[in-house]
């Protein structure tokens, strides 16, 4: 192995041990919050506040791939018709892939405001 691969390997591996360490030390941290918490007396319930949240990661991939492919059709059309090349293809792309996670996001307003309702 030469020297670049080893300083590669190592500036990639360091970071991450890092940051395991960081994980596991965390953990204890907020455990020993926790024992103290209810050596005291106080319900340690309190850190476990979740909010019921609507996750649509599905539906904005989708959208957005849906988007990405009716972009790239798009842009093969202006490249066929106006001989657009590269800049029909990329502008179709993003715009028709905005378009496709904007519809995701009002699906997702929709259905929020739905569930506030009931």
């Known amino acids: 192995m030469d020297s670049e691969a080893v300083l590669v390997f190592m500036g990639l591996m360091i970071p991450t041990i890092g940051i395991l360490v960081m994980i596991v030390y965390l953990r204890k941290f907020v455990n020993i919050e926790r024992m103290a918490m209810i050596e005291k007396g106080v319900d340690p ?4 506040i979740r909010k019921p949240r609507f996750t649509a990661g ?11 492919g009716l972009g790239l059709l798009l842009g093969l059309v202006l490249d066929k018709t106006w ?7 990329f502008s179709m792309l993003f715009i028709c892939g905005g378009v496709g996670l904007g519809i995701a996001y009002l699906v997702e307003e929709k259905k929020i405001k739905e569930e506030k309702g009931q």
Not at 45 to 48: A, G, I, S
């Open 45 to 48: 319930q309190l850190f476990n």
């Open 83 to 89: 001989n657009m090349e590269e800049v029909g293809f």
């Open 58 to 68: 599905a539906l904005r991939a989708s959208l957005l791939m849906i988007g990405g």
